[in-house]
């Protein structure tokens, strides 16, 4: 069937447009009204013998029908009618526009099916119960991930609250406890496993962990192989990356020796400020708009990681600074000294991820 999620409009006589932003939309032409009404009945509910009766109705060659087929999967709108019923019939109502969107994302027949399997057998970490990383984890368990665990540690504070994470009234219980009730609300609920952990998210209540990466954190991550992804707010800063392929891009080690290079006093000044974070008595800042804009980014780029896109921020990160989020990039090299052995993948590299057009919002 064609991608019921594309809306389609004729630019001209001749020519058909399926779907409306540039990312995703196709031009197809010449098309004549009859194969056009002939389109108009590839929606999944007819098999290829009667979409032929179909076309000699519509005085169309036998043959036009499996041409059509292949011309339209090959410009990426065809989806496998069985397969999204099935998917259907099987996802709650609540997830049907995520696989719509996957659908116009994933140009293969039957992929979006595919992934949104690929999200219900992932397993998900995430290590920080503020604003932004129940508001993050909450989102995944939303997208269909089939397990999301949340880390953390104390009560809920009334600033741990956010519209998508935390709510009101978790305030003074347990942060790891109402975290899941908070993520547990948004699973499907024939979800939920106990695969391995297939992605850490690192999102610190206090974004100047998420800023300079602690790389005694990242340690057990690094040893057993974990891909981790940053992510937070620092004061008035969003902060989404960088996903750390361990042994393959570069670590919070590489970035703190990096930076170290350039900058010989960076230790001293972010011993600094974990020395104030655990000092501090008033509330650290935190936009709540700052905070929910990051943790969709971070969502989004978990996802794209976990859907098999590639990985977003891997090398480089995303900062967006408020007012008016003013986004900027952040390139990252792996450290030649760096035990975690990525710049001898890197020197081998021709080009990074960030030359590809996901990778960055500002492009
Ligand atoms: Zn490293």
Not at 139 to 158: K, R
Request: aromatic share 4%.
């Amino acid at each position: 069937m064609i991608k019921p999620a594309l809306r389609r409009g004729w630019r001209d006589r001749q020519t058909l447009q399926y779907g409306m932003a540039p990312a995703h939309a196709v031009l197809l032409g010449p098309v004549t009204d009859h194969t056009a009404a002939l389109m108009d009945l590839m929606d999944g509910t007819r098999n290829m013998d009667q979409l032929q009766e179909e076309a000699r109705r519509l005085g169309l060659g036998p043959h036009i029908p499996q041409q059509l087929t292949e011309r339209l999967a090959t410009a990426g709108l065809l989806d496998d009618a069985t397969a999204d019923r099935e998917a259907s019939a099987a996802i709650s109502d609540r997830l049907r526009p995520d696989l719509a969107s996957l659908s116009v994302v994933h140009h293969a027949p039957g992929s979006a099916v595919q992934r949104l399997a690929t999200r219900r057998s992932a397993r998900i970490q995430v290590r920080g119960a503020g604003r932004v990383g129940t508001t993050v984890a909450a989102t995944l368990a939303a997208a269909g991930v089939g397990q999301v665990d949340v880390i953390d540690g104390g009560d809920v504070e009334p600033w741990d609250t956010a519209p998508g994470g935390l709510p009101p009234h978790s305030v003074g219980s347990r942060r790891d406890a109402a975290a899941r009730t908070a993520v547990g609300q948004w699973r499907d609920g024939r979800n939920g496993n106990r695969a391995r952990v297939g992605l850490v998210l690192i999102t610190p209540r206090d974004g100047a962990d998420a800023y300079a990466p602690d790389p005694r954190t990242a340690e057990p991550f690094m040893e057993t192989g974990t891909p981790h992804l940053y992510g937070g707010v620092a004061e008035a800063t969003g902060i989404v990356g960088p996903l750390v392929l361990p042994g393959i891009t570069p670590c919070a080690d590489c970035l703190m020796r990096g930076r170290t290079e350039r900058e010989p006093s960076w230790p001293l000044l972010v011993g600094q400020w974990r020395t104030a974070n655990r000092r501090r008595t008033g509330t650290p800042a935190c936009d709540i708009a700052l905070a929910t804009t990051t943790a969709g980014i971070l969502a989004s780029y978990a996802l794209s990681y976990i859907d098999g896109d590639g990985g977003c921020t891997s090398g480089y990160r995303l900062r967006l600074a408020l007012p008016h989020l003013l986004p900027s990039t952040e390139q990252f090299t792996a450290h030649d000294e760096c035990p975690c052995g990525a710049a001898s993948v890197h020197a081998a590299r021709t080009g990074s991820e960030t030359a590809e057009p996901h990778a960055t919002m500002t492009g």
